[in-house]
Each structure stands twice: as C-alpha cells, then as structure tokens.
C-alpha cells in the first residue's frame, strides 16, 4: 500500500493540533496584572531576571519549602 505524503501545510496544521491539546490537557494559564505605579517595585525586580515564569516558580516553591520546614 503506497503512503501519501503528508503536505507541509497539513504537518503543521496537525503539529498545531497536536500542541494546542497538550496545552488545553497539562497546562494552566495564571494571568497577573501589576500597576506601573504601585507595583514598580515588582516590575523592575521581574525585568532584571532573564525568566520571569522561572523567578516566580522558584519564590513559590522556596516559600512551600519554608512552611513545610516549619511544620
């Protein structure tokens, strides 16, 4: 049986596909809206690290860390 050749445009519709599943199954967006003036602080701290999303996992699981140490 001779296999049809997938073509560019339906490799990357189906990689596309395939992606957005992923996404929707494993993964959940947080949204975070910072105030220029009030958050300034915050802002310019997340503007010096080179992975915001990093930065953040890292504070989090540094504070889980803590409390559970305490317990």
Do not use: H, V, W
């Not at 105030?35 to 990093?54: F, H, M, V, Y």
Request: hydrophobic share 35%; no cysteine.
């Amino acid at each position: 049986m001779a296999r049809i050749e997938e073509t560019q445009e339906a490799k990357k519709a189906r990689r596309a596909k395939q992606q957005a599943d992923y996404a929707r199954r494993a993964t959940r967006a947080i949204f975070l809206k910072l105030n220029k003036n009030t958050d300034a602080d915050i802002l310019e701290e997340l503007d010096r690290q080179a992975s915001k999303q990093g930065y953040i996992k890292k504070l989090i699981r540094d504070d889980i860390a803590r409390r559970a140490a305490g317990e």
